[in-house]
């Protein structure tokens, strides 16, 4: 009896493995087809808002699209392919497109996400507002944001003077674990 319930509880336990193993060999495979027809970003990469970001056509599964990618975002393309990750840079469209960087492991699940250039970007009469966003060689990432607050001639026609400048400097980089950290 004891020993038809340990035959019994092994090959239950040896099912069990075996599905997850096997579940996670599809999902891996899955996620290899993803990344296939993804580009790869040459670096160094540089975009400013409202110019962002210059995303390819791309013919990829759709149930894929919906597993890997479920909000849908415009792919840039693979910004580095590393045996423990992978970090894919998309666009996301909010008033205007903005970057996002996500990491993966190797099997797809999301390890970091994050967005960049957030605030406002534009100019009005007497305020201008930009964002620069770097990646170099090195995968540092970097992100400038700029606004000025001008003092206008009684016309509105020409600037006078600037009243307030602002300039925000970010530093990011991806850990060795895939995490995308604020510097």
Known sequence: MKKNFLESAF??????????NQ?????????????????????????????????????????????????????VGKLIDKEKYIGILYAG???YLVPILITYNSYGDVISKRQFMQDYCGKTVDFYDNHY????????????????????????????????????????EISEDGEIIKE
């Open 133 to 172: 966003f770097n990646i170099d060689k090195q995968l540092q990432i970097k992100v400038i944001d700029s606004s000025f607050v001008f003092k206008m001639d009684p016309n509105n026609i020409k600037v006078i003077d600037t009243l307030k400048k602002d300039l925000k400097f970010s530093k990011f």
């Open 93 to 95: 469209s909010a008033d």
């Open 11 to 20: 090959f239950f336990l040896l099912l069990i493995f075996s599905c997850k």
């Open 23 to 75: 579940y996670c060999i599809i999902k891996n495979s899955d996620f290899k087809i993803f990344l296939k027809d993804i580009p790869t970003i040459d670096l160094p990469y540089s975009t400013t808002c409202g110019l962002c970001c210059d995303t390819k056509e791309i013919e990829i599964d759709t149930s894929l699209v919906k597993k890997f990618n479920p909000d849908n975002l415009e792919i």
